[in-house]
């Protein structure tokens, strides 16, 4: 476990700048019709957006392997979850 | 003194532990959260139109203004943690404190988007997409509040001499369950806001 120094501030800042373009940029792509794209690009930068802040703000990054595991773990329970649902509710 | 058995005793362990077990009580919010998601995904496979005409109708202006608000207030706490391991307490305190008021700014501008739906009669029974709504973004804002709630006590503890840059479990917590609040976030955005 680090301490964080001020190249990690700077790091900091510049996720901070790239989650408020990546914002921006998913704003206005939802202007843009693009069909059935317009869904993947959304859900794209979000969970580009998620993993920017696990990994940096969270300090994911610099933790051990149990760490991630319980923060892994419960994502595949809920894709477990939401496409179970789905399919159960699709073949009814 | 006769320490304890256990690892404990440990203050690397205890924080260790502190910090393993917060990370255990995220797993089950995103659960909490997930069965909303799942009721979402459900609904929205099942009703194209409805939720295609009736997000159009949320502000996506505010809904943004509001990410902006949350990004930021994580950036805060991002640099309390930072001064805190720094022993910097007053510094820990004054970001902390910012997080705090940027929450009030986000529950202000959610209490005008809510305000705003019931103005037009949009009410959680209205249909399902607005039923979807209230329930996730309600369900957020308590984790707002109580986000706030946490901050706001560690900010009193740092007030009483309480952390340094030996000791500071909590400041440390508090900031894992606030960038939660984030993440969380950052999927109703587009789930809501900008896809319906």
Redesign the interface.
Known sequence: MS??TTG??RT??AI?VA??LL?VV??LV?YVDLGML??VV??L??SA??SL??L???HLRSEDR??WG??L???V??AI??LG??VD??LR | MSAPPDGHADPRVAFEAAKLGLWTFLATEVLLFGALFAAYTVFRVKYPELFRSEHLKLNRVLGTLNTFVLITSSLAVVLGVDAIRRGKARLLEIYYGATVLLGAVFLVVKYIEWAGEFRHGRYPGTNIFFALYFMMTGLHGIHVILGMGALAYVVVLSRRGRFSAGYHTPVEVTGLYWHFVDLVWIYLLPLLYLIG
């Open positions: 301490h964080e990690d501030r900091c800042l901070y989650l408020l914002t998913t704003v939802s317009n869904v959304a859900l930068i979000a957006k998620a802040v696990a940096f703000f969270m149990l760490v319980f923060a773990v419960p994502i329970f809920l979850i939401i649902t789905l509710t699709m």
